[in-house]
């Protein structure tokens, strides 16, 4: 019995670092891939269905709000194309709202400020675990796709960044009209009551409140209205998604 | 599993694990696997817990984590957004398995028959004389060889309808979408980061009971404890 109770110990520990190499083998076949993919669709099925088109992110009180909010991501866009709307503050930025609208706009901050506003409390959640309490403020996404006046076959809605990542292509995020038409779905262009500091993504960045931060996208320069996402970057919808895998659907 | 304690003597071999139990064990020990090892890779995107709404670094840590080497972690190489694919994947596995299983096994009576903690096993003078059982490796009472002991009970129905229940609904509390769905979901654990730490106290003391679960499967004969989670046929060891 001994033996036999060796076999099986010796079978456990090898069946285990055995089924740990697999996954690293599943992950990377084509099938098992898309298998696991499975996962994402099924949790954004599930929580579609549970929660209301309008359910509101959790909004908190100014005293329950993080002392420091950690910047991440790209802490500037780093272009000399960026350097000089910084200089300028932002006086020449305008933000261009184009693709499947029947009225494609150039908007200035001014303008974006002028409109009706939206301030809310909320939680960002990022994807590594940490979560931060801040303060922004800005228009509705809805209110400006409105008046860019959507055409039928729009479906998502893609933010065009100015930051540039690791491998040279600009920031970019995209989110499908259920999260575009959110009344808590903003851009916001003013942080903790003051207007959003580079680390933050000045002049403008995408508030989502149901989702994790990586679809926050910061420095927008530009909004499109696409019918599908597979004409943007490698298909998948965003930076995150397309260089490294990460869920398009980010409520998880 | 319910004989009486005047029935005749038992057979040798009697039958101890329904269909239930035997399929939803490995599925879940499977997910088990894969939620631990992909857990400790996004424990690593992060490695310190808080109490509260928010925590990032700026913020008061109860507990700094190590790095979780990468024999123990899916993928073995860090990858965030793999370890999220696993985890979510069989995060729904775990979920809707335990849920299912639960209901099978009200409906063919496994946890009111074997499962249900009667009065007399919690006296002292019981689980003293049961504690001492176990260090002389005994685990199981003559007269009725099916049965679970109380130390078995116990840990089957914490993990049960404690720890699992609550990896679950801590891990449904990390979701932003949730969060929005369920608004009540985070406030009874106190605040995203609460439930974040929540959710790894339960994996450590899940973890813990698959090592003593283990070790025990070892001292009670592995070969025959083993086999009686696939066949469902358990022999009755010899007094």
């Not at chain 1, 040279?168 to 259920?178: C, K, M, T």
């Not at chain 2, 700094?64 to 999220?84: H, K, M, Q």
Request: a positive charge.
């Amino acid at each position: 019995m001994i033996t036999r109770r060796k076999l099986i110990a010796t079978g456990l520990v090898t069946g285990a670092s055995g089924l740990l190499t697999a996954c690293d083998s599943i992950y990377r076949s084509p099938t098992g891939r898309a298998i696991l993919d499975t996962g994402e669709d099924a949790h954004q099925f599930l929580q579609r269905s549970i929660a209301g088109r309008d359910a509101l992110a959790r909004e908190f009180r100014a005293d329950q709000m993080s002392p420091r909010f950690r910047v991440n991501g790209s802490a500037t866009a780093n272009t000399p194309e960026y350097a000089a709307l910084t200089a300028s503050r932002f006086a020449d930025w305008r933000l261009r709202v184009d693709g499947l609208v029947r009225r494609p706009l150039a908007i200035s901050l001014a303008q974006l400020q002028s409109m009706p506003q939206r301030a809310q409390i909320t939680r960002h959640d990022c994807v590594e675990g940490w979560s931060a309490i801040g303060k922004w403020q800005g228009p509705h996404l809805s209110r400006i796709l409105d008046i860019a006046q959507l055409q039928p076959a729009a479906k998502f809605i893609v933010f065009h960044c100015a930051d540039r990542m690791g491998d040279g292509s600009a920031y970019y995020e995209s989110v499908d009209l259920i999260d575009a038409y959110h009344p808590q779905t903003i851009l916001a262009w003013a942080m903790n009551d003051k207007p959003l500091s580079t680390g933050h993504g000045a002049p403008l960045r995408l508030r989502v409140e149901r989702q994790l931060g990586y679809k926050q996208a910061k420095f927008i320069m530009r909004i499109e209205a696409v019918a599908s996402l597979a004409g943007i970057g490698k298909g998948k919808g965003g930076y995150w998604e397309d260089s490294n895998g990460y869920q398009w659907y980010a409520g998880i | 599993m319910d004989e009486e304690a005047e029935a005749p003597p038992p057979p040798t071999t009697i039958h101890r694990h329904r269909l239930a139990t035997r399929i939803w064990h490995w599925i879940n020990a499977l997910a088990v696997f894969v939620l631990i090892g992909s857990g400790l890779t996004i424990s690593n995107a992060h490695r310190r817990l808080y109490w509260g709404d928010y925590g990032a670094n700026f913020d008061h840590a109860w507990l700094e984590l190590p790095r979780w080497p990468g024999w123990v972690t899916i993928p073995s190489l860090y990858s965030l957004s793999a370890a999220r694919t696993w985890h979510l994947f069989f995060a729904l596995v775990l979920a809707f398995g335990l849920l299912i299983y639960l209901i099978w096994s009200l409906a063919n009576r496994h946890i009111q028959r074997d499962l249900r903690v009667r009065r007399d096993e919690l006296t002292p003078a019981h689980l003293v004389e049961d504690a001492k059982a176990h260090l002389n490796l005994e685990f199981h009472d003559p007269k009725n060889p099916g049965a679970y002991n109380i130390f078995q009970k116990l840990s089957y129905v914490g993990v049960l309808f404690i720890l699992l229940p609550l990896v679950i609904f801590t891990g449904l509390a990390l979701s932003p979408g949730m969060d929005a769905a369920w608004p009540w979901l985070i406030d009874i654990f106190g605040g995203r980061q609460s439930a974040r730490s929540v959710h790894f106290i339960c994996m450590a003391l899940i973890t813990g009971f698959v090592l003593v679960h283990l070790t025990l499967v070892f001292l009670a004969g592995a070969v025959n404890e083993v086999r009686s989670m696939i066949t469902g046929k358990w022999e009755v060891p010899e007094e």
